[in-house]
């Protein structure tokens, strides 16, 4: 398999609120950055424009609006993220095997062919909560994998998974589960509200396909030379 360049494994988190600071951010980082993630803040503040400009400037495009609902209304969802040219977009795998077999379905008859990705627990999710307030009985780590079982079943393409379970995932679900891992700081980076980080070269190594980082580049000074310095560090530990 051809190596993959650090750069294509980077998906820049653009958690900003308005389309011109989204512009700002992009035209700040440069052309070196080839993937931008989109969430819910952002899009429901935008809407596909935040999406179109992104593809105006060449950039893939994760759109991170994990849909919950019925199979016939994630479809329809899937269909339409499809037709705005995303690379890839997720939906909760708690929302069952139908729905995510209707998500991939509907990924798979589009003209772009979105990867579907499945979010299993949320890590703001611990195991009393779990147990307590979702009424699950598995343990949080046994859900966790469960659900991506569940999802790769349904013919999804991967997972968003924190740094912690990139190695039990991709031990149990083989080479070609994609795994978006979030929760990613370079040493030098502050790590703001995230506990449990690893390093950009460490996710990698544990098995990740892809990285999600925001604040460490978005908020740097100078996010064209924070990029720059993510994706040295990423070489480095190569060579
Ligand atoms: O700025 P930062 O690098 O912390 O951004 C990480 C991005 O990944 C945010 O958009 C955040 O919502 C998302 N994310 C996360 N942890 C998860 C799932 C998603 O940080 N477990």
């Known amino acids: 398999m051809l190596q993959r360049r650090p750069e294509e494994t980077i998906l820049i988190a653009l958690d900003v ?3 011109e600071q989204a512009k700002a ?39 991170d609006l994990k849909f919950h609902d019925i199979p016939n209304t994630v479809a329809g969802a899937v269909a339409a993220a499809a037709e705005l040219g995303v690379k890839m977009l997720n939906v909760h795998a708690s929302g069952g095997m139908e729905m995510m077999r209707a998500a ?43 659900l991506a079982k569940l999802a790769s079943a349904a013919g999804l393409d991967g ?5 912690k379970e ?39 190594r544990a098995g990740a396909d892809y990285i999600v980082i925001g604040r460490p580049i978005t908020a740097s000074p100078n996010p064209r030379d924070a990029l720059e310095r993510i994706i040295a560090e990423i070489s480095e530990s190569n060579s």
């Open 166 to 204: 990139i190695t039990i995932i991709r031990e149990n679900l083989g080479p070609d589960f994609l795994i978006v891992t979030p929760g990613i700081r370079p040493a030098w980076a502050a790590k703001g509200d995230q506990k449990r980080v690893m390093t950009p070269a460490e996710a990698l």
């Open 17 to 19: 609120a308005s389309l």
């Open 104 to 146: 991939a379905r509907a990924a798979g008859e589009s003209e772009s062919r979105p990867r579907v990705l499945a979010v299993t627990v949320l890590t703001s999710i611990d195991q009393t909560i779990l147990s307590e307030e979702v009424g699950c009985k598995r343990a949080l780590e046994e859900q966790v994998l469960n």
């Open 25 to 63: 951010v992009v035209q700040a980082v440069g052309e070196r950055a080839i993937g931008y993630k989109v969430g819910s803040e952002l899009f429901t503040r935008c809407g596909p424009a935040a999406v179109g400009f992104l593809k105006e400037q060449d950039k893939e495009v994760f759109l």
């Open 159 to 163: 997972v968003v998974a924190s740094p």
